[in-house]
């Protein structure tokens, strides 16, 4: 099979000879620099078989060695989520997974192995090395990384881990290994890889790193702490850009996404949109999408296991067990933030606030073995214990215990079976990913015919009946509306709610019992892997159609996705066409143009202002900025440039020369308006602290730069509905730029501002036939239509040569891009010394430059 690299130097005249029906994984080559285009007009998904990589930390499989053969033998784990969500998938699709094993494989056996799974399984093993393994997983995943994510931080060094830079560089080096065994066997430009959860929150940035265009989904199960928590990790950049890197990122609520765009909204700078329903993040380029979706439980399989005659053997042992009892159960893992000590003492003050349930109510708790390890599970194992033996030594008597602690593995038909004879279910997390505990306990309610038969219920229409008690700080608990929602540190909230849980009558268990019931049947994990799927394809649609370039280094890695117009702008690009084109119409942008954004003092330095005389004393050239900073400051700061032309506050005052006087907009000279909005814009400024009123000649800007960034983005939406309300019938226009509102007269913008400087230049005898146009902002996209547009017009009119170019690599309208303020002074210098010899000292870089 021919080699990626060799298939862009391919002849195509030769293509005819190659085999229509080769199974190669190559559909696309490269016909222009960053672009894929189809190799030929094959259907190519008739020949590629479509795939699904999806990468976990755990590979859903069973391990264990032959005592006989002394051979490692494997079987799927069912009760694996990773592998459940194939239901989700076409059936001709092909899944493979990535992750590591449960066990360790000795190096010698690896190979072995790792040719067993895929050849059975279409498994990839990542084998970490054991010393990796313990610090990225026991170490920086269960001691740090899942504590913060649960709202947990470390105050001292007895209360939770610190962040510790070995085990970080651990986390890496596991993740860095997850990306090569994905690297083995992924196909890019076809393959749609699935990652999941927060063991693998930087292996975005690996894969994209390597593979530009590779289509990627994220999802995380656990819980997006708010920005006051996350902010405090030390590498909280680092994992934000790399998620970022995803195609599309899925959270289990709105509340866990909310969190996460507040984030990248408050530390990036970023801002997100939502269009038809769809949350999108607009990044170098690329739209990363924001999916939010609840997982489910596997239908199928619960109802089997249920369907058993071992499952309908123990509800029946355990109907005999607790005869006489009302029971309420609670299946939780051993950590400290599932709330079991709580729990306990809510049946506690239950049981004292109600003597009569003292021998009748009975708290049967699993708890799963701990996934973590150290003193804070040992710390919550002991006080678990110790509150449970407490409790049963003050109301337990002979034969009755109100609390059954099973403290060791449950295999899942028990558990299934101890769902099925509970009268409610309490799930009482003081914080929790999603916890699929409720949806388990409202199928197996919804019983079997041999469940039912055990319980001695006749016949399938009698109505089902249940009752859970849910902590709201849990996943699960929007969707379940019929729940009894409680805040778990209240005890008095939860030993109530265990209260009118045992005492609602039957008719709203049954009704709340088919409420839950309908959802958690018609959201199963295949829905959710299918709903998922579908909406990694959508945010992949236009990869093919984009030029991409990789910047930056280490996890601040990005891909910068732009037009296939879309190229950089230098010197050589127009040398031609400047030198022989006879009038010329330069237009700049100052602020994030000509000085850079970051800069405290904006007056423009003596190099600028040599460079813009350089430019103005070449007769074919009229150069201009345009800015939308009033004339004051912009009259002052280039006094120095005789022939330089100004045109400010987006055209509303324009000047062609110092000496000139200032030609003003007759579209606008009523500004009665200001007396309308001007209050508006005090009463919000005096409620969002960091925000100001500038006050222009031709308009008013409200800035919340300084603001904090979700309040002033949420202030900003509102007094922009505001604005438009009062100021519906005057001649105005409200508009939102960045970290601004502003309003302005109708029909003032920098494109009709350039529409009028063209106009007068052909009234004048010197058409342009060649035009420069640079700025930075929304407000210069103004600009680069207009120009656009006359390059469409009559040929009497139309200007030959148009160069529109942005500053920054992102989407514009203009069709090419200057990284900085430092390429614009040297494109312009560049420009300057083609016609006139300008001096370029030395000084001049090195001082442009640190102003950097």
Known sequence: MLSRSCFDVLNLEDLPSFNPNMNRRIPRVMIDPGIISDFDSNDVSSVCQERRVIVSNQLPLKAFKDSESNKWCFEWDNDALVLQLKDGFPPDVEVIYVGSLKVEVDQSEQDEVAQLLLEKFRCVPSFLPSDIHTKFYHGFCKQYLWPLFHYMLPISPNHGARFDRGLWQSYVSANKIFADKVMEVINPDEDFVWVHDYHLLILPTFLRRRFHRVKLGFFLHSPFPSSEIYRTLPV????????????????????????????????????????????????????????????????????????????AEKVQELKQQFEGKIVLLGIDDMDMFKGITLKFLALEQLLEQHPDYVGTVVLVQIANPARGRGKDFEEVKRETHAVADRINKKFGKSGYNPIVFINQYVPTQDKLAYYAMSECCVVNAVRDGMNLVPYEYTVCRQGSPAIDEALGIQGSSVPKRSVIVVSEFIGCSPSLSGAIRVNPWNIDDVSNAMHLAIRIPDSEKQLRHEKHYRYISSHDVAYWARSFDQDLERACKDHFDRRCWGVGFGLSFRVVALGRNFRKLSVDHIASAYNKSSSHLILLDYDGTMMPQ????????????????????????????????????????????????????????????????????????????????????????????????????????????????????????ELLDHLENVLANEPVVVKRGQHIVEVKPQGVSKGVAVENLIKTMQTRGKPPDFVLCIGDDRSDEDMFESIANSVGNPPSTAIAEVYASTVGQKPSKAKYYLDDTYDVIKLLQGIASASVRVPKPTQFQVSFEGSL
């Open 236 to 311: 909280r950049d680092e994992i934000l850009k790399a998620l970022l890197n995803s195609d599309l990122i899925g959270f289990h609520t709105f509340d866990y996404a909310r969190h996460f765009l507040s984030c990248c909204s408050r530390m990036l700078g970023l801002d997100y949109e939502s269009k038809r329903g769809y949350i999108g993040l607009d990044y170098f380029g690329r739209t990363v999408s924001i999916k939010i979706l609840p997982v489910g439980v596997h239908m199928g399989q619960l109802q089997s296991v249920m369907a058993s005659s071992d499952t």
């Open 598 to 717: 970051a800069s405290v003092d904006k007056a423009p330095s003596d190099e600028v202002i040599l460079l813009l005389n350089s430019l103005c004393s070449n007769p074919k050239n009229v150069v201009f900025i345009v800015s939308g900073r009033g004339r004051e400051p912009l009259s002052k700061w280039f006094s120095q440039c005789e022939k330089l032309g100004i045109s400010a506050e987006h055209g509303y005052f324009t000047r062609w020369d110092r000496d000139s006087e200032w030609e003003v907009s007759l579209l606008a000279n009523d500004f009665d308006w200001k007396k309308i909005a001007e209050p508006v814009m005090e009463q919000y400024t005096e409620t969002t602290d960091g925000s100001f009123i500038e006050h222009k000649e031709s308009a008013l800007v409200w800035h919340h730069q300084e603001a904090d960034p979700d309040f002033g983005s949420c202030q900003a939406k």
